[in-house]
């Protein structure tokens, strides 16, 4: 591990949140933590909130005019790149992530690390508003996953995180 990940990992400061307690003794704090510091590339100080659908559909609707409970929502608080610290609030509907792991034939630790990786990666300014970018950030879930020790997440499905 290079110094300037050693550096990294020791500038996290991670709040998880569990007001949805139905994943509380499956989806553990220590990993959690572990599926961060994965995605992570600079310090940061985020919240992982794992809430149900009413919650999540409230948040997606009053902060991104959709109506329905998506799987996760990331609330970047520092949009200047050349930020010291990565803050955010990265919001994960229990009830829509535990169907989408049934649905896709994955347990739900396996969808939530990727859901945890994919919100990461989006508080620290990746997205798949296009294509190439699109492209880019799943490579990233891919080798970070892999990583992890999880397979592709993308491979053999048309799941989409929007």
């Excluded at 990565?86 to 509907?93: F, R, Y």
Aim: charged share 30%.
């Amino acid at each position: 591990m290079s110094q300037k990940n050693k550096a990294v990992i020791n500038k996290l400061s991670l709040s998880v949140q569990y007001p949805d307690a139905r994943l509380k003794d499956i989806i553990l704090r220590p990993q959690v933590r572990r599926w961060v510091k994965a995605a992570l590339l600079a310090p940061a100080e985020l919240t992982i909130r794992f809430v149900d659908a009413e919650e999540g559909q409230t948040l997606n609707r009053d902060y991104r005019g959709k109506d329905y409970a998506t799987n996760v929502l990331t609330f970047a608080y520092t949009e200047d790149e050349d930020a010291e610290t990565i803050e955010a609030d990265i919001v994960l509907c229990t009830d829509v992530l535990q169907r989408e792991a049934t649905e896709q034939g994955k347990s739900v630790e396996e969808h939530t690390a990727h859901l945890v990786v994919h919100g990461v990666l989006h508080a620290q300014g990746y997205d798949h508003e296009d294509d190439e970018d699109a492209t880019e950030m799943e490579n990233l879930e891919i080798d970070i996953l892999a990583a992890l020790g999880w397979p592709n997440p993308y491979a053999d499905s048309g799941i989409a995180l929007l």
